[in-house]
């Protein structure tokens, strides 16, 4: 059973600053990894899908890579802004059975950037 | 483009009772998954439907049912309510392996 973990749970950091989220799964045998943004109460939204082929994917201040056979993702964020306070959410699909037609989330990690 | 919509917004029913919530894909995507997620947590897969079938089903009792039309918009239906199905429902829409899924800003369901 696939299992997603997210490091660390929260985290609060100074407006400028750069950072990095940490992603990590059980099982390598996956589709693709996306990243969400959910502010509180709301959906997601989507920042970055990563295919199993690929090792990493950026949009603008965003970059996320992907490294399958250890397991694990990371999401950058250069230049962090107030407005990028939310929770992070990775999510895994996987590539065969039950696990193809679903994602696996992790529980996120909640940033706050501090102006 | 619209994205993926879902109504209502919020909602309250009491222990016992019967809700449906609703939601359209995305333009141009063929495939509804529905979501909860408590407080705190990430999101937990209920099921998936494809072609108005239910093609996977997560861990969830079968007082979770859902539907879902050939203009590929989809019902999720919770009998017999629980205090503890108080979460926000999501729904995601999505187009083959290839691409990702698409939320919607999801349904806060509060049992009460």
């Known amino acids: 059973k696939q299992e997603v973990t997210q490091i660390p749970a929260a985290l609060s950091v100074p407006e400028g600053e750069n950072l990095v989220l940490n992603c990590s799964f059980t099982?390598?045998?996956?589709?693709?990894l996306q990243w969400f943004r959910q502010d509180p109460g709301k959906g997601l939204t989507s920042l970055l899908l990563i295919q199993s082929s690929q090792r990493e994917q950026t949009s603008g201040r965003l970059n996320a890579s992907l490294d399958k056979s250890s397991g694990r993702s990371t999401l950058y964020i250069a230049a962090s802004q107030p407005g990028d306070s939310a929770t992070y959410l990775c999510a895994v699909r996987g590539v065969t059975g039950a696990g193809s037609y679903q994602l696996t989330f992790g529980k996120g990690t909640k940033l706050s950037v501090i102006p | 483009d619209a994205g993926v919509t879902q109504s209502p917004t919020h909602l309250i029913k009491t222990r016992g009772q019967q809700v449906t919530l609703r939601c359209s894909p995305k333009s141009g995507h063929d495939t509804v998954s529905w979501y909860q997620q408590a407080l705190g947590q990430g999101p937990q897969f209920i099921f998936q439907?494809?072609?108005?079938?239910?093609?996977q089903r997560g861990n969830f009792p079968d007082r979770f049912s859902g539907h879902q039309f050939p203009n590929y918009s989809s019902e999720l239906n919770v009998n017999a309510l629980l205090l503890g199905d108080s979460a926000l429902y999501l729904c995601?829409?999505?187009?083959?392996?290839?691409?990702?899924?698409?939320f919607g800003s999801g349904t806060r369901l509060t049992v009460v």
């Open positions: 995601a829409s999505s187009f083959g392996q290839n691409y990702g899924y698409t």
């Open positions: 099982d390598s045998a996956i589709y693709n």
């Open positions: 439907y494809y072609e108005e079938e239910e093609r």
